[in-house]
């Protein structure tokens, strides 16, 4: 058998380039890799803490995959399914619940982190506490072995070895893997206001963004702060628009504009012109793409409806040797 690839969003919406460049290149990039493939849309884990928010759920499904076939994503090579249609993620989530020590959940790093972010009204629910059970399931499901995420997803990672660990133990029987985190180098991406690029700061470039839009965003967008006119040096590497030029544009032209910056050869106005050339010039076609299948969305729900059949099919074999395990090859259900 293969060793297989998993990872999985929650349906926020359309991407930005963060999401583009940061983590979904890195899904791409793994097609050429020997390797069984499934991306999944986390739509479960939308409602962990945003439950009042679960009617945006369905168009948000289709924009964001919308987003990934169009940059590349491609059902004849990746599963590509939604959770909430893969019922036994849910049934290995609830056994897992069994032998999970609470103790464990309320230490993992990121549940203080979000209940000081988001306030006790959406965190305080019992599914919330849960998630690293569901996202666990998620994984181990698949016996996936490597897991393309971000850093922020590193102890959610290491929480899913532990319970395998657990689990494994507590049956007497290595049903699951040990899945690792696959962190590639991920380029630096800010947004508009020189933060990081996000949603949540309204400061984000979409790939649904029309070529005007785009160009009209780059135009206000921050530059280095030391250049104040034309003539003050700046330093590129520290500039939302060159960390762009680094995806868009190519390497000889950015060694020019890196050393243009820091002598004041160019000014941010014709630094900006190019980049907008060159990120329109990548994006039209996929952009085009895009438009194509929001035409026809019955397409990518034929796709998903697809993909979580095939993916149903290996998380039916998993869930079969978990309940074996548990109850014995005499049990019932
Ligand atoms: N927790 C991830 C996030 O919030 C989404 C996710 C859910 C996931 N299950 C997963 C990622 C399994 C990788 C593997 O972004």
Known sequence: MKDRVLSGMRPTGKL???????????????????????????????????????????????????????????????????QSLVKEHAELFLLLSMVTPVGWLERVPSYKDQIAQLGKSKTSNYGFLGYPVLMAADIIIYKAAHIPVGIDQVAHLEFTRELVRHFNASVNKDVFVEPKPLLTEVPKILGLDGRKMSKSYDNAIYLSDTEEET???????????????????????????????????????????????????IGCVECKKLLSENLNSTLAPIRQKRAELLKSKDTIKDILTDGSLKAQEAAKNTLNEVKDAIFSTKRIG
Request: aromatic share 12%.
């Open 16 to 82: 930005h380039l963060g999401n583009l460049y940061g983590a979904l290149d890195n899904w791409i990039k793994l097609q050429d890799k020997d390797y069984e493939r499934f991306y999944f849309v986390a739509d479960w884990h939308a409602l962990t803490t945003g439950f009042n928010e679960s009617k945006d759920i369905p168009d948000n499904t289709i924009e964001m995959v919308a987003d990934w076939l169009s940059f590349g994503l491609d059902p004849d090579k990746d599963t590509i399914f939604v």
């Open 215 to 265: 160009n009209k965003k780059l135009r206000t967008m921050f530059t280095d702060p030391r250049r104040k006119r034309k003539t003050d040096p700046g330093v590129a590497e520290e500039c939302g628009i060159f960390m762009l030029h680094k995806i868009f544009t190519e390497k000889e032209k950015q060694q020019e504009i890196k050393s243009a910056c820091a002598n004041a050869e």
